[in-house]
């Protein structure tokens, strides 16, 4: 009777982290989708902030459902936790970028789209440790080699976008610049978004990738484990 108890538990946290993966997999697209047209574009201004509040709600609820997962695990748990208040982070000043494109001139609410940019990249950093430490937990090598490879590259990437990021608003102070760097720095500046997000496209791609990779994984396991002999 224990036995059968603890197997329904184990069904039931594995069919929630399922869920989970599948909505942090459709989400991280959406919401960025989402959020650049909330930010630059005049299509959804109609709906108010209305949009990118379900869009990273999306991805908060797909970190709470990995929750049920593993409990006792301590390292699984922290870079759960650390996730989930960048979610939570991000939730919160999604509205600014709806502001911020109705009063584009404002100090503040540009200050704190700045602020949920670089949150959204630890978001996505934090994401891939979440991944990293789930991998390292399921019975299955390949996907395990896979992980740490991919996760690595993924946080390289990010750290590299970070970095852009900085000196790009660091040179953006600096009133006397050389006239190459002068050229690059306007160059950026008119395109600085779009910029932005080419750099970002690559580890969300293969954050994606390695989502729906662990969610076909622990389906496969399941399917295996219920079959009869």
Known sequence: MPDSASNAELMRSLGRLV?????LF?????????CFHTAKAESLKSLGIGPPLLTTALLAFG???LGDFQKQERVWRTALERARVLSMVNFFLSPFLYWWNKIP???FFFVMVLVLTFSALLFLGSLNLVLRRLGAMLPDEALRLETKQFTALNLNLLFATFLVALIY????????LPRWLG????????GS???????????LAMTMALLWKTKEVILDNVFSASRPD
């Not at 459709?26 to 989402?34: F, R, S």
């Open 183 to 190: 050229i690059v720095v306007g160059t950026l500046d008119r």
């Open 193 to 203: 978004f779009w910029f932005l997000i080419l750099l970002v496209l690559l580890p």
């Open 169 to 176: 608003l660091l040179l953006g102070q600096v009133h006397a």
């Open 63 to 65: 970190l709470w459902q």
């Open 26 to 34: 459709w989400g991280l697209p959406i919401t960025l989708i989402v």
């Open 19 to 23: 869920r989970g993966l599948s909505a």
């Open 105 to 107: 001139a404002n100090t």
